[in-house]
T-cell receptor
């Protein structure tokens, strides 16, 4: 089945630790996105990538980093600089990212909590 | 920058009653509007979208929405809800090829 796979489903971070959330898609989509979801806050864009080896900051990029070395993979690292990392993280993709009105396809999310 | 306001954070409704979830957006130019649904501990699924043309858009699961340019609104409606419609609903706006901007969500609770 084609889709987006996020792993792990649950992740715990110790203070001062960097953690990496995985996002893989087999839809052959060019564009990929990371959103952060907090209760009552909706989805906020962290980073997005419209093509391999290129990415742009979203609204809340501080304390996060990404890479896009392969079309199918867009891992997100939550660094120790992110002081309030507890949230539900959603990865999404779209076919081109440059065509108007494209639908986003979402993964099932990763819940990150601080120990 | 685009913004989306979902006027109600929570909407309780009895089963088989109609429901309207409200969404207003800010923009001075053409935009594209979406409604997504999220079931607990899952990602989002597209319900419907408006790109152009007819202002009444029909989506999955019996939902529909009406684009009103003069009121900058895109309210979601369903004439008769089911228990299975209990979920969180997000309105989103897009412009050109920039990433979607989402509202804060409305939690719909259907009461038996």
């Amino acid at each position: 089945d084609g889709g987006i796979t996020q792993s792990p489903k649950y992740l715990f971070r110790k203070e001062g630790q960097n953690v990496t959330l995985s996002c893989e898609q087999n839809l052959n989509h060019d564009a990929m996105y990371w959103y952060r979801q907090d209760p009552g806050q909706g989805l906020r864009l962290i980073y997005y990538s419209q093509i391999v080896n290129d990415f742009q900051k979203g609204d809340i990029a501080e304390g996060y980093s990404v890479s896009r070395e392969k079309k199918e993979s867009f891992p997100l690292t939550v660094t120790s600089a992110q002081k309030n990392p507890t949230a539900f993280y959603l990865c999404a993709s779209s076919p081109s990212g440059t065509a108007i009105g494209e639908k986003l396809f979402f993964g099932s999310g990763t819940q990150l909590s601080v120990l | 920058a685009q913004s989306v306001t979902q006027l109600d954070s929570q909407v309780p409704v009895f089963e088989e009653a109609p429901v309207e979830l409200r969404c207003n957006y800010s923009s001075s130019v053409s935009v594209y509007l979406f409604w997504y649904v999220q079931y607990p501990n899952q990602g989002l699924q597209l319900l419907l979208k408006y790109l152009s043309g007819s202002t009444l858009v029909k989506g999955i699961n019996g939902f529909e929405a009406e684009f009103n340019k003069s009121q900058t609104s895109f309210h979601l409606r369903k004439p008769s809800v089911h228990i299975s419609d209990t979920a969180e609903y997000f309105c989103a706006v897009g412009k050109g090829n920039t990433p979607l901007v989402f509202g804060k969500g409305t939690r719909l609770s259907v009461i038996a």
